[in-house]
């Protein structure tokens, strides 16, 4: 099994909603990402997991909660929302942090946030 | 912060037309990494770049990682209709004890038939 999974493909939310996104490998990859990627933009780093602990928030609103259950599950949960956060957001997984080996990505979950 | 410039920005080519876009850096970067995005999905890896002055191929694309670090670029060969997508270089950056990945703002490329 060589690809990252991510439910929903699709979400629509409400400001006052709480939902959650998530993600899954099974390539026994240590670290797992969270990216959020507005349009004709490039993907922009949320968050980093390495052996199932945070290790990078890069200053990302507390209305975003990201959460790792096991070495191969990722959740990203979702509070009080705004519209401005809707974008696509990806998982990605690498064996080792970047730069020690590549990222793979999932398809992402489009999110609309009305 | 680190950034990387890539371009062009688009590119609107005709069906068996050589492509090449760049990325360039004011930092030394120790891997480049070329991905393809599709719409509506996520970034695919296409080349993987380690070593100064690497020349890797990957069927019809071909990348090198250049001398002096501080660039890359990637060259499409006789180019076809599922070329279509939006390519992002990207390398590791340090922060805070830990890398993560920066990206470039991407190269747009259209292909017609």
């Known amino acids: 099994d060589t690809e990252v999974t991510q439910t929903p493909k699709h979400l629509v939310m409400g400001m006052t909603n709480k939902k959650s996104l998530k993600c899954e490998q099974h390539?026994?990859?240590?670290?797992m990402y969270w990216y959020k990627q507005k349009a004709k933009k490039p993907p922009e780093l949320m968050f980093v997991?390495?052996?199932?602990?945070?290790?990078i928030n890069e200053s990302v609103p507390s209305r975003f909660s990201p959460e790792c259950p096991n070495s191969s599950l990722l959740n990203l949960h979702l509070h009080a929302l705004q519209p401005e956060d809707s974008a696509l957001y990806l998982c990605?997984?690498?064996?080792?942090?970047?730069?020690?080996?590549?990222?793979?990505f999932g398809p992402g979950t489009r999110l609309t946030v009305l | 912060g680190q950034q990387l410039n890539q371009s062009p920005q688009s590119m609107f080519i005709q069906e068996g037309e050589d492509v090449s876009m760049n990325c360039t850096s004011s930092s030394i970067f120790n891997t480049w990494l070329w991905y393809k995005q599709d719409p509506g999905e996520g970034p695919v890896l296409l080349i993987a770049l380690y070593k100064a002055g690497e020349l890797t191929s990957n069927g019809r694309l071909t990348a090198q990682f250049g001398i002096t670090r501080k660039d890359s670029f990637l060259n499409i060969s006789a180019s076809i209709p599922s070329d279509v997508g939006i390519y992002f270089c990207a390398g590791p950056v340090g922060s805070g004890g830990y890398n993560k990945l920066i990206f470039g703002a991407g190269t747009r490329l259209a292909v017609h038939p």
């Open positions: 990605a997984s690498s064996q080792g942090l970047a730069g020690e080996g590549y990222e793979f």
């Open positions: 997991y390495s052996y199932e602990k945070l290790s």
């Open positions: 390539m026994g990859h240590r670290a």
